[in-house]
């Protein structure tokens, strides 16, 4: 069974400090892609890395995605409270598409 | 463009009774997803079309779970006869590709309890 845990499952920090959640397998997938999902609302896509290695930012938001294609990383620099909520990983090989539980994210103010 | 649509937003059911969910995705996407969320996890695919075909519906419930999408386009998922634990968030995504890396566009989701 293929599968993507996600760590920590939940991490409350305040404004302006920086954190790092993380999505691993033992599987090698072809691409991995980070969303982000608010109360009451579907999942957004962030970013998608498909090259081993591969580090994208986008704003304060670094992703890296594993030299073996297994792992990727989320780093947040100076989190505000507009960042909160629910970090998903997705990922997809073999014609499967898997999820992980997600992180949950609060920024308190 | 207009973003997929899902309806009702909000259904209360009691159990052992039936339910509908309605989803229409962006125009001219061929891959249709149904996911069922529960609270705060991550979520669980219950069926992929491409087109009006299905792709893989390995994690849906066939014994009280069905879904079609007629025409390729709109799509229903069906609960028949509702169980307490399917109380979830039964959220529709789009995709144009069915392969991995394309990106998923979803609706706002369907907050079931059944009761």
């Known amino acids: 069974t293929q599968l993507l845990e996600q760590s920590p499952q939940f991490l409350s920090i305040q404004e302006g400090e920086n954190l790092t959640v993380y999505c691993n397998s033992s599987?090698?997938?072809?691409?991995l892609q980070w969303y982000r999902q608010e109360p009451g609302e579907g999942p957004v896509l962030l970013v998608t890395v498909v090259t081993g290695g591969e580090v994208k930012k986008l704003k304060r938001l670094t992703f890296q995605f594993g030299d073996a294609r297994k792992d990727s990383s989320l780093h947040i620099t100076a989190a505000q409270p507009g960042d909160t909520g629910l970090y998903l990983c997705n990922a997809g090989n073999n014609r499967k598409l898997i999820w992980g539980l997600g992180t949950s994210l609060a920024v308190n103010p | 463009e207009a973003g997929v649509a899902q309806s009702p937003r909000y259904k209360i059911i009691e159990k052992r009774q039936s339910v509908a969910f309605w989803c229409n995705p962006i125009s001219g996407h061929a891959t249709l997803y149904w996911y069922q969320q529960i609270l705060g996890q991550g979520p669980k695919l219950l069926i992929q079309f491409q087109n009006n075909g299905v792709v893989d519906d390995s994690q849906l419930p066939k014994d009280r779970f069905s879904a079609e999408r007629l025409k390729g386009v709109d799509s229903t998922l069906k609960i028949q006869p509702a169980k307490l634990e399917d109380s979830a968030v039964y959220l529709c995504a789009s995709s144009k590709g069915r392969a991995w890396g394309y990106e998923q566009y979803f609706g706002p989701g369907t907050r079931l309890t059944v009761t």
């Open positions: 599987s090698v997938f072809s691409s």
